[in-house]
């Protein structure tokens, strides 16, 4: 059993990795033999910390006589955590301050214990000051680094402040039912009578969201395939690229395989889908997924931008391009992105991007689908993207606005309007839309 200090002084040490390591988060937590209420406390106050870390930082900086580059790294990171708890929890103040301070002792931090108390007591006297003032600057009102408020003030010049408000809610709990097994409101029925109260989705026909988060082995079904746990909006993927019956279909980044399952859920009837991965460790989990689906797909691990190493030259009717990204569109799942992600990582990604598009474009039948898809909000690893392979393929045209029809009627009034030079394509949902991750999705049709 861990003290609550000693909760407190593990969840500092994440914040540090994370921050000044560039540790993920996630993988930081993964694997961990706490027990279930310790668990609960080391991840709220560790993702809460890592979500609120920027607007934690500027009232650091005012309570701090001393610039923050200066303190020890451990000390920085447990007087954020202590910050967190006295502004954006409901623990008690004075418990907060204590274990906060005890937790500098449990790390051996003796002579910061003093300096620590001093900044939590004072926040815990000037709180709605110290919030007030720091909140006049956006990027620590909503807690982002400032060249991610800016470059989302660019691209969503009306919808900035919503999207990077939903950014900080708590994600929802968002499940896929197969449709092999049950539509969407037989499986409704069966988890009511399991006591689960549940909503559905306007957007994605399959999706189902939980009023509350419960243990997946829990759900009716889940060890059989039933149901998986997958955000609404990457739910719209399968559909966009409506698979029809004898079609070869290529999944071209697929791992961990929510999106390839979706396919084959939705279309029993397809030759192959052929499921490639760059990784070969991230191929395992599209493995067992499948397996627990009791689904087949031709698995390769192998690159998008390297097909001549892997493709037997056998066109593809349909091709899902799920391109890695700066995953800017579900900060809410994992907020570390905010720390971990920097300006210049977004242009490489967009040249990865382009590059994969580029190459795998060859491998797609004239008349077939290739959907473009991405978890980022911004531009330029979309709508930049897709306009720029536009310009340059003549046999590629953009039929976003009819693959999405079924949606048209809100798609139209998602999309931001378009940026001098730049082509208004594809659908950018923002996050937060109807409970949805922050998506964008291109449909493109090779001319025959
Ligand atoms: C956004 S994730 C895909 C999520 C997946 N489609 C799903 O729904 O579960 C991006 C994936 O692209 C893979 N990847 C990165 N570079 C790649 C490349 N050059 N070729 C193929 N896959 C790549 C990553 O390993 C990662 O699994």
Redesign the pocket.
């Known amino acids: 059993m861990s003290t609550p200090a000693e909760i407190r002084a593990q969840a500092a040490m994440f914040v540090m990795q994370v921050a000044d390591e560039g540790r993920s988060l996630d993988a930081l937590l993964e694997n961990r033999s706490d027990a279930p209420q310790e668990r609960g406390l080391l991840r709220s106050l560790s993702y809460g910390s890592v979500r609120w870390y920027w607007r934690l930082l500027a009232v650091l900086k005012k309570l701090c006589s001393q610039s923050t580059e200066d303190l020890q790294p451990e000390v920085r990171a447990l007087a954020l955590v202590g910050l967190y708890q006295l502004l954006h929890t409901d623990i008690a103040a004075h418990a907060a301050v204590a274990e906060t301070v005890e937790a500098a002792r449990v790390l051996k931090l003796h002579r910061a214990t003093g300096l620590l108390n001093a900044i939590l007591r004072r926040c815990q006297r000037e709180s709605e000051l110290l919030s007030t003032g720091v909140d006049t600057q956006i990027s620590a009102r909503y807690a982002h680094p400032q060249w991610l408020v800016t470059q989302l003030q660019k691209d969503w010049p009306s919808r900035a402040e919503q999207i990077l408000e939903a950014n900080n809610q708590h994600p929802p709990f968002w499940l896929r039912v197969n449709a092999r097994h049950h539509d969407r409101d037989q499986y409704r029925a069966l988890l009511a009578a399991q006591g689960i109260s549940s909503t559905v989705s306007e957007y994605a026909p399959e999706a189902v969201l939980l009023e509350q988060a419960v243990e997946v082995f829990s759900l009716p079904g889940f060890k059989e395939g039933w149901v998986s746990v997958?955000d609404a909006a990457?739910q719209l993927?399968a559909h966009l690229l409506a698979t029809q019956p004898n079609q070869r279909v290529l999944?071209?980044?697929?791992?961990?395989?929510?999106?390839?399952c979706?396919i084959l859920e939705l279309q029993p009837n397809i030759t192959e889908l052929v499921a490639?991965?760059?990784?070969g460790e991230?191929m395992k989990?599209?493995r067992g997924?499948l397996k627990r689906m009791e689904l087949d797909a031709s698995l390769i691990v192998?690159?998008?931008?390297?097909p001549a190493a892997w493709w037997d030259g056998v066109p593809f009717d349909r091709i899902?391009l799920?391109?890695?990204?700066s995953?800017t569109g579900v900060i809410r799942r994992h907020p570390d992105i905010k720390l971990l992600r920097r300006a210049e990582d977004i242009t490489h990604l967009s040249m990865?991007q382009a590059d994969?598009l580029n190459k795998i474009w060859p491998l797609l039948v004239p008349g077939g689908r290739l959907v473009y898809?991405?978890?980022s909000s911004l531009r330029i690893e979309n709508a930049a993207v897709i306009s720029a392979f536009l310009e340059s393929h003549d046999d590629a045209q953009d039929i976003t606005t009819e693959a999405t029809a079924r949606f048209g009627h809100v798609m139209a009034s998602m999309n931001e309007p378009s940026l001098p030079g730049e082509q208004q394509v594809g659908w950018a949902i923002p996050a937060g839309t109807d409970g949805m991750d922050g998506f964008y999705y291109a449909c493109l049709q090779k001319r025959g």
Do not use: F, I, Y
């Not at 192998?302 to 390297?306: I, K, Y």
């Open positions: 997958q990457a993927a999944d071209a980044c697929a791992a961990p395989g929510g999106k390839t979706h490639l991965d760059v990784s991230r989990r599209v997924n192998g690159s998008a931008a390297d899902l799920d391109v890695p990204c995953a990865r994969m898809a991405s978890c």
